[in-house]
């Protein structure tokens, strides 16, 4: 199973950026970003396959960029204009679909917290 790590979160306030980094232990086909506020259900942001597709959940298209460095086994989040709902958990994610459900990874992170104040 892959290793994940993530680190990169904090507190920041509305509009500004935060980058996410996630360290993993080898490349599996579609690495992702999901996060979970509470209450609610995980939510996929976004999702990379090897050769550089990505998806990305309508509410933050425009805003977030998923990107990876193979050569350092690790994969980043860029999230740009930050709003109070991108409030969350944020977890890191290894899968063998590409998609933005979570049931199709089966790897994951122990998560980083993402707190955007207004």
């Known amino acids: 199973q892959v290793q994940l790590v993530e680190s990169g979160g904090g507190s920041v306030q509305a509009g500004g950026s935060l980058r996410l980094s996630c360290s993993y232990s080898?490349?599996?086909?579609?690495m992702g970003w999901f996060r979970q506020a509470p209450g609610k259900e995980r939510e996929g942001v976004a999702v990379?396959?090897?050769?550089?597709?990505?998806l990305y959940v309508d509410s933050v298209k425009g805003r977030f960029t998923i990107s990876q460095d193979n050569a350092k086994n690790t994969l980043y989040l860029q999230m740009n204009s930050l709003k109070p709902e991108d409030t969350a958990m944020y977890y890191c994610?290894?899968?063998?679909?590409?998609?933005?459900?979570?049931?199709?990874?089966?790897?994951w992170g122990q998560g980083t917290q993402v707190t955007v104040s207004s």
């Open positions: 080898y490349r599996e086909y579609y």
């Open positions: 990379i396959r090897s050769a550089g597709s990505t």
């Open positions: 994610a290894a899968g063998r679909v590409f998609s933005l459900r979570a049931e199709y990874f089966g790897s």
